[in-house]
């Protein structure tokens, strides 16, 4: 049996995506609905632009991810971090069907009522913000993050690092994907957001909590991609972000998830 939470959750969804100093787009991203739409799949994937189908890989990513969620939704249901394992393999080896040099990153997550389900591959991150305050971020796997785990460098290094983009784990290849998962219980108000590399190297943690909370998922995502290619410049990478934001079906008054995401807005600037 079916979980049920205390109200049922809504998703309020922003998406964009810019190219910043590249010359071809090598990020995706999609978000789906399984046929009866109780659900949400949402992917964010960029190839390596190391590699000469860096956009294909993406492309499949995308593709896998869209042809499980309609022929394999009740794995989802059932089983949702086996099933993250079972799609992320099915991406990896959808690629190296289609290609000897393609390859790429990949963050998605799966929303079943007040749960999301999460896996990377790669640099691409998911965040989770609550009130205004960070509750997780995906690890990357990357020499930067490991240098960060050693206490070699701080977090607010990362982005600037000689070697960030130098990566351990990606789909496609010759080595088996080892992906990250986990499990977040969400509560109304809370935030989530996808992004590929070009986005967080160049977007501050709390600008994506005040950008959703000011003007909403929608114009956030807009504004943040195009800040984040503003921000790298003539070499900026292409700049992909996804912002979901939980909100109650029958939100209102008697929630106080409004007046709660003022409080964390608030947060910000007393700390």
């Not at 930067?144 to 290094?157: A, C, K, P, T, Y």
């Not at 994506?208 to 195009?226: C, D, M, N, V």
């Amino acid at each position: 049996m079916r979980r049920q939470p205390a109200k049922p959750l809504r998703w309020n969804r922003g998406a964009a995506s810019q190219l910043g100093g590249r010359h071809e787009q090598q990020d995706r991203w999609s978000i789906f609905l399984p046929p009866d739409e109780q659900g949400l799949l949402t992917v964010v994937a960029d190839g390596m632009g190391g590699h000469l189908d860096g956009a294909l890989g993406a492309q499949l990513v995308i593709d896998t991810a869209r042809t499980y969620l309609q022929n394999s939704v009740a794995s989802l249901r059932a089983d949702p971090p086996a099933a993250l394992r079972e799609l992320c393999q099915a991406m990896h080896e959808t690629i190296n069907d289609r290609s000897e040099s393609a390859r790429s990153t990949v963050v998605l997550v799966w929303i079943d009522q007040d749960r999301a389900y999460w896996l990377n591959v790669g640099d691409s991150r998911l965040y989770h913000f609550r009130r205004g305050r960070r509750l997780m971020r995906t690890r990357d796997h990357s020499a930067v993050q490991l240098l960060m785990d050693m206490g070699e460098i701080d977090e607010s290094e990362m982005a600037t690092h000689p070697a960030q983009n130098r990566l351990y784990r990606c789909l496609g290849g010759e080595d088996a994907p080892k992906p990250d998962t986990g499990e977040i219980v969400i509560q109304p108000g809370d935030l989530l957001a996808l992004c590929s590399d070009g986005v967080w190297e160049h977007v501050t943690e709390p600008e994506f909590w005040t950008a959703a909370l000011t003007t909403g998922p929608i114009t956030a995502a807009q504004k943040l991609a195009e800040q984040a290619v503003q921000r790298g410049g003539a070499s900026a990478d292409n700049a992909t972000l996804v912002l979901l934001q939980a909100d109650t079906a029958n939100a209102g008054g008697s929630s106080g998830w409004k007046e709660r995401l003022a409080s964390g807005f608030a947060a910000l600037f007393n700390r």
